[in-house]
């Protein structure tokens, strides 16, 4: 057998294109997968490949039976036209051609001569056919095999003439499960500890942290953030879904139902608050809400971003490079990723109201407290039923208004940047950006003879937060001023004509109270004026009064209507043109924010009716009406006994003691979520994917080169879903173990984790990957399940040390011939500081926090505009990294530098990077400071009575292990040099140590041996 140095020697002169470290010992027959189809895929697919739009010269060389019929004559090299095009020299005949920026090795083209000799057998590309578990092979020094993953890299390390490492000493074993399975490295006390390696492992993943931990590979791969993202940034509340994250993980949730609860838990019989929430999964894409730009546009985006992260975050496949276009390398048609699109078409853009364990314990008792009340209501008035009946009786029978829909066409320059999108209701939603103050103003041409009044009907709808039918975060509005006029049909500006309004009433008016401090600039010079209440104040002339609908939590969500009656009847003769004018002026100081106080969806209709007013009668409850008693649904019937005892005067005291009860409720918290739309949104195929560029309909369907949909199914969401987990499912169980490996040993087992497709690299490990993938189906897809196996083997518990044959063979660690050794990432960077030092919160869960961070962040022009950053000061300011609020345009510094991704787009692979940067942050960074100032104060509090013990104790806090002498004497005489320049006032003791118990002068030595310690690279370092 040749030396690996040899052999290595003759792959690198292959080419980047060649998988690494592959035996080409001339005897063995050539691999299509692993050494051809890598060439064909790199240097002619983007010409020849799948995509029909672009193919040169009709050829295609990923099909076998074009690729005989045109350029390869199996088992003659020398009769095939393509080795003529890759010998040739001249510039029109060679294949790649010049221009190309391609060219093949000559050891290249020789292997494909090779391949073509012996018969030129083609397979289909190793990700699209599903994994068979492989029988496990017996290697020769199977005394060193813990578990089957030891008899798959072993058979590879004898293969290339190399043995394991040994394995690590139990301390950096320990520490090395700590941050693998949490994030985190053991603390001395839970070194000492006698706990055998088994038993380490499963007391953490067994831990809240293991979700905390493993959430976060999920949450860069579903562009988790805080935040909307583009130009104005503003926040969002999104926490609830990535604490479902990991909960689902802590229970172990199987991988399968993991992803179908988030494509489409919505659509789960009876689905729970939970499986709603797990759909942000793909609403977390980013939102636009810069003024002028088109929603529909942003909309599209948003669902490229959504497919891109199925591909990349479930699949493994580059799908978006269909979206204008066939695939040039996979076969994915660009038919194919508009079918798959259409699963996902459907959906509405708003927000539902959510609510955490606590705040639903307070709703039920709210919701138990009003039914007792109602029930006794009815056991005191054994009549009520009759009387109800007679109400309902004469509701039917009163006469109501007629109102005729007004058309109406917004002027674009009084919109304030808004777009206003007709809908089949003759109503009108507000989408795009959001101004915190406004005042759009709409034409109509009047449709009646005569118009006595306009009514204002304020609608709910799915795209809007907390479903409307407001645009503010809670879904509320507060109209300022509802103003009608006239002008002649020419449109001069001479002839308008504001005309009075006599009257306004609603279908709630509550009483006045001040705006909410949220909307008060706190810069503002002036003191707040502005009020908000009843109806009237909507036609009062005054800028700082406005009717608001918001009559608190739990009943706020609702369409409401107001009706405004003219001073005096207005003639069609005379009317022109009408102008009506709807003034938004109590939202906020800036428009970064969510600071909109602006009606969403809404519809205007008018009447010749004298004596118009508002129905009181809420519509849902009118829609109730219309259904037979009999037939109704006893939450009907309570919908109905709500509204009517509303109505009862003698009832007055139980209506109090209810509407008491609700000022208990809780307000809960805006999540986005895939909402279904009915009747469902038309997909069509959009020219290279421009959504001004639609052509034809297209209808749900997932690409045929993979496994079909079962028969029968029905082509919906919650199909696709299952469709996308299935057990024959070639990418789906191979994508995630190879990211779970990713995560142990820096890189996957495939290095490509976005693209298993053929521009992706092979497997290093094919028969282990395929045996891991199957093993982990046939085990419930049990995460918990595949780490357990992964950190029992012996593979995994080689020591890091490497040899210099090894670093120059290997760099990598492909092989796998030692453990893991690499930069730990940015939560498990800080994370570890706090723990160190003592400060590290064990909180699960909960909203995001706000840890020290430079201001001028936050501020023009760092930031397009002004945001919202209330550092923490208590406790929060000291949670786990995985909860800190991240900005997508001004991410938190300390995790930006440790490779965090900023959550734009779906990430499956992180860098990692040791930079100076980095030093000067762990040295630096306010926070970090302040773990070494802690550091420093527990050392002197708990460390022992003397220098040595003392810096044992820092020293295992931070690295696990006792010091060794060396490192011991370097380590004091830094202290005692500390201590010298502090009594000669080299240093300011006082700001060293900041507040402190202990001795100023012996804190501040002790933090600056804290700075180091947290700072050296085996602390920032798993190995």
Avoid at 293 to 313: C, L, S, W
Avoid at 662 to 672: E, K, N, S, V
Avoid at 745 to 757: A, K, N, Q, R, Y
Avoid at 838 to 853: D, E, N, Q, T
């Amino acid at each position: 057998m040749k030396s690996l140095r040899t052999l290595v020697n003759a792959i690198a002169s292959c080419g980047s294109l060649c998988a690494p470290l592959l035996s080409l010992a001339e005897e063995e027959r050539v691999d299509f997968q692993r050494q051809i189809r890598p060439l064909l895929s790199a240097n002619c697919f983007y010409c020849h490949g799948p995509e029909d739009e672009h193919r040169e010269a009709k050829l295609r060389l990923d099909d076998p039976v074009a690729a005989t019929a045109e350029v390869i004559v199996p088992g003659k090299p020398e009769e095939s036209e393509i080795m003529f095009r890759l010998r040739s020299a001249d510039p029109d005949k060679i294949m790649p051609p010049p221009d190309s920026g391609k060219s093949l090795q000559r050891e290249e083209i020789e292997l494909i001569r090779q391949w073509i000799g012996e018969g030129a057998e083609y397979k289909e590309h190793w990700a699209f056919v599903p994994p068979v578990r492989g029988k496990v092979p017996l290697p020769t020094g199977a005394v060193w095999v813990r578990n089957p993953i030891d008899a798959f890299v072993l058979k590879r390390l004898e293969k290339e003439g190399l043995t394991p490492s040994p394995e690590a000493d139990s301390m950096t074993l320990r520490r090395r499960l700590g941050f693998d399975l949490i994030g985190l490295p053991p603390s001395p006390e839970e070194m000492d500890e006698n706990a055998s390696h088994a038993d380490a492992v499963g007391r953490l993943l067994n831990s809240p942290a293991y979700g905390e931990h493993w959430a976060r590979m999920w949450l860069d791969a579903a562009r988790y953030a805080d935040s909307n993202g583009y130009e104005k940034d503003s926040p969002r509340e999104a926490w609830f879904y990535r604490d479902w994250v990991i909960r689902s993980l802590n229970d172990d949730m199987p991988y399968d139902r993991f992803v179908i609860e988030q494509i489409a838990g919505d659509l789960l019989p009876d689905a729970t608050q939970e499986q709603i929430v797990a759909t942000g999964f793909l609403r977390n894409s980013m939102i636009n809400e810069e003024g002028g730009a088109d929603p529909e546009q942003f909309r599209v985006e948003a669902m490229f971003d959504r497919m891109d992260a199925i591909g990349k975050g479930v699949l493994g496949l580059t799908v978006r490079c269909a979206q204008c276009h066939s695939h040039k390398f996979d076969p994915i048609k660009h038919e194919d990723y508009y079918a798959m699109f259409a699963f996902l078409n459907n959906s509405a853009e708003g927000s539902i109201t959510v609510y955490s364990d606590e705040q639903q314990r307070e709703r039920d008792q709210v919701l138990e407290g009003v039914r007792m009340i109602e029930s006794e209501l009815r056991a005191r008035h054994p009549d009520w039923e009759t009387r109800m009946t007679r109400w309902e009786a004469e509701v039917k029978a009163a006469p109501l208004t007629e109102w005729k829909v007004l058309p109406l066409t917004p002027n674009d320059t009084a919109a304030g940047g808004q777009k206003f999108l007709p809908q089949e209701d003759g109503s009108y939603l507000a989408q795009g950006y959001s101004p915190s103050k406004s005042t759009p103003v709409f034409q109509a041409r009047n449709p009646l003879a005569e118009v006595t009044a306009f009514r204002l009907e304020a609608l709910r709808d799915a795209n809007l937060p907390r479903q409307g039918p407001g645009r503010s975060m809670t879904g509320m509005f507060a109209l300022t001023e509802f103003e009608v006029g006239t002008r002649p049909l020419d449109g001069k500006e001479s002839g308008f004509e504001k005309r009075p309004l006599a009257e306004a009433t609603a279908d709630v008016s509550p009483p006045t109270r001040p705006i909410d401090p949220y909307f008060v600039d706190p810069k503002g010079k002036e003191k707040e004026k502005r009020v908000e209440g009843p109806i009237e104040y909507a036609i009062d002339g005054k800028a700082d009064t406005a009717w608001s609908i918001d009559v608190g939590a739990g009943r706020r969500n609702v369409s409401r209507q107001a009706v405004f009656r003219l001073e005096k009847p207005l003639a069609l003769a005379e009317a022109g043109e009408l102008e009506i004018a709807l003034s938004h002026q109590h939202g906020g100081y800036n428009n970064n924010d969510n600071y909109s106080r602006g009606v969403g969806r809404f519809r205007i209709s008018v009447t010749d009716d004298p004596f118009a007013k508002a129905d009181l009668v809420p519509p849902e409850v009118r829609a109730i009406l219309a259904i037979p008693r009999e037939q109704r649904t006893g939450e009907q019937a309570g919908s109905v006994f709500a509204y009517w005892r509303t109505t009862v005067p003698e009832f007055a005291e139980a209506n109090a003691k209810i509407d008491a009860l609700y000022a208990d409720y809780p307000d809960g918290h805006a999540q986005f979520v895939l909402n279904e739309l009915s009747p469902a949104r038309k997909t069509h195929l959009l020219g290279r994917g421009d959504f001004l560029s639609p052509k034809e309909e297209v209808a749900p369907g997932v690409p045929s080169f993979l496994h079909p949909l079962p028969e029968g199914a029905p082509h919906d969401r919650l199909a696709f879903a299952r469709w996308l987990v299935a057990r024959d499912s070639p990418t789906a169980a191979r994508s995630i173990v190879n990211r779970v490996w990713q995560g142990y040993f820096g890189i996957g087992l495939v290095s490509t984790s976005e693209d298993l497709g053929s521009q992706g690299e092979m497997p290093s490990h094919p028969e282990l990957l395929d045996w891991l993938a199957v093993e982990f189906m046939e085990n419930g897809w049990s995460l918990k399940h595949l780490h357990r196996l992964i950190v029992m083997s012996a593979t995994y518990r080689q020591s890091s040390r490497v040899t210099r044959e090894l670093q120059e063979l290997d760099p990598e660690n492909r092989l796998l011939a030692r453990g893991a050794r690499f930069r730990l990432g940015a939560e498990a960077v800080r994370d570890g500081a706090l723990l160190a030092s003592g400060l590290l919160k064990r909180k699960v869960g909960g909203p995001s926090v706000h840890p020290p961070a430079p201001r001028f962040l936050f501020e023009p022009p760092a930031s397009y505009g002004y945001k919202t950053w209330d550092e923490d000061t208590g406790p929060d300011r000291y949670r786990r990294a995985l909860y800190t609020f991240q900005f997508r345009s001004a991410q938190y510094p300390g995790q930006q530098v440790f490779d965090a991704p900023t959550g734009e787009v779906s990430c499956v692979r992180r860098p990692i990077s040791n930079t100076p940067l980095q030093a000067l942050t762990t040295l630096n960074e306010p926070l970090f400071f302040e773990c070494a100032r802690a550091l420093a104060s527990r050392t002197l509090r708990e460390g022992g009575a003397d220098d040595a013990a003392r810096l044992d104790y820092a020293f295992r806090r931070c690295l696990t292990r006792p010091p060794e002498p060396e490192e011991s004497a370097t380590l004091l005489g830094l202290l005692q040099k500390q201590r010298e320049r502090l009594a000669a006032g080299a240093l300011d003791a006082a700001k060293l140590a900041g507040k402190t118990d202990g001795a100023v002068a012996e804190t501040a030595a002790w933090v600056a041996v804290a700075r180091v310690l947290l700072n050296l690279d085996e602390t920032l370092t798993k190995q």
